[in-house]
Each structure stands twice: as C-alpha cells, then as structure tokens.
C-alpha cells in the first residue's frame, strides 16, 4: 500500500508561482509511474502532468506545456510540480497519484494511489 500526500497548495496572484509536493510512503515509488491531477468545482478530474518510472520522462496537458515542470526525487520518495505563471484558470484541487503499471497514464482510473489533494487558488 502506498500513502501520498501532497502540499504546498496555496492563494496566488495570477503570474505567480507555486510549487506543489507529493511525498509517498510505504513503499518505494522511484518505479512508478507519477502523476498530478486537477479538479476544479463542477468540472471532471483532469489529467495535468506525469513522471513515468525510473527514467523519468515527461508528459504534460497542453495547459500545463511551458508553464508547469513536474520532477521527482526518489531518494526522497517525492514528486514535484513546478508551476509558473499561474492563470485564475488553473484554479482547482491538485491531485497526485501512482502507479506500478500505467500506460492509460491521462486516464485518472489507470491509477492505484492518491492523494487527498491540496486546494490552488489563482486571484486575478
């Protein structure tokens, strides 16, 4: 079983910068498939960005493209979401969740473990 746990949620003006962190524990992740999700208020889970495995590619929604860098740190058991130049758009819950074996990796259901989310607020 695998715990996450995402913080560094916050208010921001829109043009500012967050950066969002999701530690896992029970076991190590540094295999898995990594990946942050948004839900904003009365809209569906979407998919945002994704680390996959021990090489570390990348894959992003086109809104988050030039905008957002996701990393990760597995000595640290720790995934991260670099957000830059934040629009009132960006606006939702921010989810990280994880997997052994994901190819479907934008589909929320290809996923095993997530976090409780940590609530990102762009002000215009």
């Known amino acids: 079983q695998v715990q996450l746990v995402e913080s560094g949620g916050g208010l921001v003006q829109a043009g500012g910068s967050l950066r969002l962190s999701c530690v896992a524990s029970?076991?190590?992740?540094?295999?898995?498939?990594m990946g942050w999700f948004r839900q904003a208020p009365g809209k569906e889970r979407e998919f945002v960005a994704v680390?996959?495995?021990?090489?570390?590619?990348?894959y992003y929604a086109d809104s988050a493209k030039g905008r957002f860098s996701i990393s990760r740190d597995n000595a640290k058991n720790t995934v991260y979401l670099q957000m830059n130049s934040l629009k009132p758009e960006d606006t939702a819950v921010y989810y990280c969740?994880?997997?052994?074996?994901?190819?479907?990796?934008?589909?929320?259901?290809?996923?095993?473990?997530w976090g409780q989310g940590t609530q990102v607020t762009v002000s215009s």
């Open positions: 029970g076991r190590t992740t540094s295999s898995y498939v």
């Open positions: 680390t996959r495995g021990s090489g570390g590619s990348t």
């Open positions: 969740a994880a997997g052994p074996l994901i190819i479907r990796f934008t589909t929320p259901t290809a996923y095993n473990y």
